[in-house]
């Protein structure tokens, strides 16, 4: 019995829990509207809200009862956003490799960043700036040629009609008030409705949903009204099953995520919005490693910075940003076109396969002492080379036996030089897709 398997049939491998197919859509449809989402591998997370004004959690901080509810609003007083430079924003994100970029237009606490017609709780109407921030950032995004995503919070703890305030008291009962209910769902669609109009966003990125079931918030009708202004527009799963991918948050995943389509949002400190005394930074390499084992298990990283309350990025962010941008322009051609790599176990480094699965990408985030050892490639390599310089590299391969099926080992030389200062790919050219040994190992039955 052959006890290898094709790995590029794993990738193919495409439950969907959490998406639900949208209407009249054929799975090769939903392919086509995901393409570019599959190939842009890395996001920017932004989340600037008056919060940033005193450094506490984003909406959490009132709804959990940390400070009272008028305390967290009168940072309304002191956003002031006077440095802001929506263009600085947008190259700053271009320049880390991100072909995507994802903005709260509305945080849990109601604020929104654009002069919405459907409430005076806004940037605009009710803070310092005094002005709409959305609308220059978008059109800085789309000079530099970025997808656009909209974070926007279904629930809005700060609505007269929505029931839930803190976590403590609620307004009222959607049973015992239907119609204060369908005020709140009139409001959350007019706003949806000026996003989708004045932006025509290519992602909405919704969040909260946990508070109501799809059916109450009515989402058939959302999607409905999303696709009626762009019918190819992309929405994150966060709306009750009725979106097209995954988002696990903070933690990496160990395994590979079920949703064919899935994106880890991620924060460099602990927080998403600005904090002053949150200092605990990741290194530039810390999450490059982490961008990579997405990669290598065919997802997203949503990388979130969060601006100080004048439009300032902390250094710490900035330094991330153009590290990846460094890492991702020398190594474009192992991370865009990408897909999840083989399992692991076989080398010690992550992996990913080109689109033809016959170049095996292999991520080394050491100095490597002596070769690196690649086991159970059942091809014949034609050659390898180190991504980003083109060097070639000398490899052998040991211990192939002619009475089994099992691969030797594939030994590649990489020398000091040939290394790269956050994470050194090799590029491992196949006889075709890739084919892995995934047995136990086989008893002598010839010699
Ligand atoms: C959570 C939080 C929120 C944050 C979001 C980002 O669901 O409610 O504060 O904006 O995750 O993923």
Redesign the pocket.
Known sequence: MRKWIIASCLALAAALPLAAQRTGETPEQKAQRMEWFDKAKLGI?I?WGIYAVDGV????SFYNNYLPYSEYMAQKDGFTAAKYNPAEWARLIKESGAQYTVI?SK??DGVALWDTKASDLSVPKQTAAKKDVLTPFVKEIRKQGLKLGL?YSLLDWSHPDYPNFTKTETRYSIADDPARWQRFVDFDFAQLKELSKAYKPDLFWF??DWEQSAETWHAPGIIGLLTSYNKNVIVNS?IQGYGDYG?P?QGVPTIRPEDRYWEL?YTINDS?GFQHTDVNFKTPQMVLKTFVDCLSMGGNLLL?IGPREDGTIPEEEVAVLKELGRWTRKHKEAVYNTRAGIPAGHVHGWTTLNEAGDILYIYLPYKPIGSVEVKGIVNRVNRVWVVGSGQMLNYKVYNKVYWNEIPGLLEIDVPEQALDPGITVLAVLLDGPAKVYRGAGQVITAN
């Open positions: 997370f989340h959690s984003e909406s959490w709260t945080h849990h974070y969040d909260g966060r988002t948050e949002c998403w979130d």
